[in-house]
């Protein structure tokens, strides 16, 4: 049953990790209805994101590759820092930072404090709010060409922001984005970027820690097997939400994470879940 339950799990994370509406959320809300009825562990949710992210190295590998030799080339003075693809790198590491810093400062949090059930269903609607205020007012006008560092450093502070389950990596980046007056896909375009050295760090690192002690109820294999299933999930909805971002609204996703934000209310309230 438990090899299902990780399955479920990865599907979960697939479908999830590039909409603005939280996959660690739904990963703890998932497992709470699934026969076992256990919060699947940080450790899972980091080692599964792995998968998703993997997605991210394929869809977007031209763009990846060619982002990191124009870094290393301006590094080795063989290209100007000002170059497009170069700069996108530097951004890329600066955007980072926020994240890095704070995850080691707040691991402790993480896993434990930050993964109860009332406030990721308070930070589900509360973000969600937000994100409907940022695609509202946002200008919609600025391309990721007009990065700044100052850009790039309150993308990095957002994207700290999912550390806590419920505000979303892509959510937390994409109202940030929109709040500077970006355009939907290259919010979203610079928040896929942007997580892939965040989420490969907190993987491995969850998955060396994983080899020693497991934090979950799952085995390190059938966590793999969810990493993978999440991989193939993903790799299709990155497509469909950049298409769909360039001619819609966030609308959907902000009355999803709102309901689903009041029915995990509902369900604490009446015992249904534990928190």
């Known amino acids: 049953m438990q090899w299902i339950e990780a399955i479920i799990l990865g599907l979960a994370q697939g ?25 699947p562990g940080a450790g899972f949710t980091a080692i599964s994101q ?15 590759l060619r982002i990191v030799r124009a870094w290393f080339a301006a590094v080795t003075g063989n290209l100007e820092h000002s170059h497009p693809d170069a700069r996108m790198g530097w951004m890329i590491i600066v955007g980072t930072l926020p994240i890095v810093i704070l995850g080691l400062i707040l691991e402790q949090y993480i896993d434990t404090t930050f993964r109860t059930l009332w406030l990721i269903a308070t930070t589900l609607i509360v973000f969600a709010i937000f994100l409907a205020i940022a695609d509202r007012l946002g200008t919609q006008t600025k391309q990721l060409s ?19 389950p419920g505000v979303s990596r892509s959510g937390g980046t994409i109202t940030a984005g929109l709040l500077m007056g970006y355009t939907r896909e290259a919010a979203a ?22 080899l020693e002690e497991p934090d979950g109820p799952y085995t390190l294999m059938q966590t793999l097997v969810a990493t993978g299933v999440g991989f193939i999930v993903a790799y299709v909805i990155i497509g469909w939400f950049l298409r769909y971002v360039s001619t819609h609204s ?19 309230s009446f015992g249904i879940i534990n928190a």
């Open 50 to 64: 792995l998968g998703t992210e993997t997605a991210v190295l394929v869809y977007f590998w031209r763009d990846i």
């Open 250 to 268: 966030y609308t959907l996703f902000v009355a999803y994470r709102i309901g689903l934000g009041i029915f995990v209310y509902i369900c604490l």
């Open 189 to 210: 375009r610079y928040s896929f970027l942007l997580a892939v050295p965040a989420v490969f760090g907190s993987g491995f690192y969850k998955l060396l820690g994983s």
């Open 15 to 39: 479908l999830t990790e590039f909409l603005p509406i939280s996959s660690s959320a739904h990963l703890r809300i998932v497992g709470e209805f699934l026969p076992g009825a256990s919060d």
């Open 146 to 164: 007009q990065l700044s560092i100052r850009d790039g450093i309150l993308f990095g502070l957002a994207q700290s922001l999912a550390l806590i």
